[in-house]
Each structure stands twice: as structure tokens, then as C-alpha cells.
């Protein structure tokens, strides 16, 4: 089975997803993806789905779950690259994908990342003092 890779970049993961995804392949990223946030005690988790044309009621779920699991994990999840046609089926589905941040590209998810992690190390600085 194919598997979607998973990059470590800094104190994040980033996913990109270049293949259209079915159910299998997407359960194997969640599952995936969560053993990585372990392993590397990610703090973000960056999903880029521009290739995606088409976003079905079960991948939807998927990125909402992999959103609550990185949560409870204590990583912040951001979905980039979202095409308009992906954007509006989510609503039709009623799929509002609470807790999952969004942002036009891979540099601006990044950056809301960054901007959690700087937040995060300042809360920790002042816990210490």
C-alpha cells in the first residue's frame, strides 16, 4: 500500500497530498501522522491539499480527526492550499472542521506554526519566572 510521506520540518510535520486520496490511504496518514507527532514531538502539523480536486464526506472527517488527535497531542493543525470547489463541498457536507487552522499556502500555514510555537515558548518562559 501506498503511503503519503511525512516531512519533519523544524518543530513540525508537513503532509503534502499529491495523490487523490481514498480510504485506505487515508486512514494510513492518520494513523501515520499521529505516531510521527510522537516521535518527533511535533508541535505543528502543516496539511498542503491543493492537488486535491475533490474532497468526499470521509476525507473530510479525516481532517477533522486528525485535528483532534494532534490537539490532544498538544500539535496545531493548519490545512493549506484548500481550492474554492473543496471549500464549498465541506460546507454542503457540513463539515466545519473545528479546530483545524487554515491558510491559502504552505507559507502562510507555516507562519500561523511558527506563531503558535513562539506563543507556546514565551508561555513556558513565563511559567518558569
Given at each position: 500500500m501506498d503511503r503519503i510521506p511525512i516531512l519533519k520540518f523544524g518543530n513540525a510535520l508537513?503532509?503534502?497530498?499529491?495523490?487523490?486520496?481514498?480510504?485506505?490511504?487515508?486512514?494510513?496518514?492518520?494513523?501515520?501522522?499521529?505516531?510521527?507527532?510522537?516521535?518527533?514531538?511535533?508541535?505543528?502539523?502543516l496539511i498542503d491539499i491543493s492537488a486535491l480536486e475533490i474532497v468526499d464526506s470521509f476525507i473530510g472527517?479525516?481532517?477533522?480527526?486528525?485535528?483532534?488527535?494532534?490537539?490532544?497531542l498538544d500539535a496545531e493543525t493548519v490545512v493549506v492550499g484548500m481550492r474554492p470547489a473543496v471549500a464549498i463541498t465541506l460546507v454542503e457536507l457540513g463539515l466545519s472542521l473545528a479546530g483545524v487552522k487554515t491558510a491559502l499556502n504552505v507559507e502562510r500555514g507555516m507562519a500561523l506554526i511558527q506563531a503558535r510555537l513562539k506563543t507556546s515558548d514565551e508561555d513556558d518562559d513565563d511559567a518558569e519566572d
Amino acid at each position: 500500500m501506498d503511503r503519503i510521506p511525512i516531512l519533519k520540518f523544524g518543530n513540525a510535520l508537513l503532509v503534502t497530498i499529491q495523490v487523490d486520496m481514498h480510504d485506505r490511504l487515508a486512514t494510513a496518514l492518520e494513523e501515520d501522522l499521529t505516531s510521527k507527532i510522537v516521535e518527533h514531538g511535533a508541535k505543528g502539523v502543516l496539511i498542503d491539499i491543493s492537488a486535491l480536486e475533490i474532497v468526499d464526506s470521509f476525507i473530510g472527517r479525516m481532517l477533522d480527526n486528525i485535528a483532534a488527535v494532534s490537539r490532544i497531542l498538544d500539535a496545531e493543525t493548519v490545512v493549506v492550499g484548500m481550492r474554492p470547489a473543496v471549500a464549498i463541498t465541506l460546507v454542503e457536507l457540513g463539515l466545519s472542521l473545528a479546530g483545524v487552522k487554515t491558510a491559502l499556502n504552505v507559507e502562510r500555514g507555516m507562519a500561523l506554526i511558527q506563531a503558535r510555537l513562539k506563543t507556546s515558548d514565551e508561555d513556558d518562559d513565563d511559567a518558569e519566572d
